[in-house]
């Protein structure tokens, strides 16, 4: 799903427009003719791409927001595709660090993929305009007690 080069341009001169238009107004008064329509145009040409620029970087952080909420265990277990929102405060406050994986296990709930040292609990996709693959919480025991907790965003 790409942009080809002619929407970009025909996008930006259709934008032209009103912004030529708005200069236009601003300059109205005690300018020549020629240096009016100079001053416009040069003002145009540069205004149009920051514009373009910083609506498509609003439009990706739009599309990329996602609430850091507080860890709840009730809303983690309930609605296992949002829990990506729960994980930074999971982190952050160090909830799990130097529990035991039963203990884990029950604040977290029970989990299918595990070894000796790490498991993972699938915490859903978070909103990424490249986000194809599912984010995942990475807990590693060292000595049967959780040392690390990470996530891992493929």
Wanted: no cysteine; net charge positive.
């Amino acid at each position: 799903m790409g942009v080809d080069f002619l929407s970009v341009v025909i996008l930006l001169v259709i934008a032209a427009i009103p912004v030529f238009f708005f200069w236009r107004l601003v300059f109205r008064k005690n300018q020549s003719k020629a240096r009016k329509r100079i001053i416009t145009v040069l003002l145009t040409v540069v205004t149009i791409p920051i514009l373009y620029f910083l609506l498509i970087f609003g439009w990706v952080e739009t599309v990329q927001y996602y609430p850091n909420r507080d860890f709840d265990e009730n809303a983690w277990k309930a609605d296992s595709d949002r829990r990506y929102e729960y994980t930074h405060d999971l982190i952050k406050r160090k909830l799990l660090i130097g529990k035991t994986r039963a203990q884990v296990e029950y604040v977290l709930g029970k989990n299918s993929d595990t070894s000796q040292t790490e498991f993972y609990y699938y915490i859903g996709f978070r909103p990424e305009i490249t986000g194809i693959d599912p984010s995942t919480l990475i807990i590693n025991l060292r000595n049967g007690k959780v040392d690390t907790v990470i996530e891992y965003d493929k």
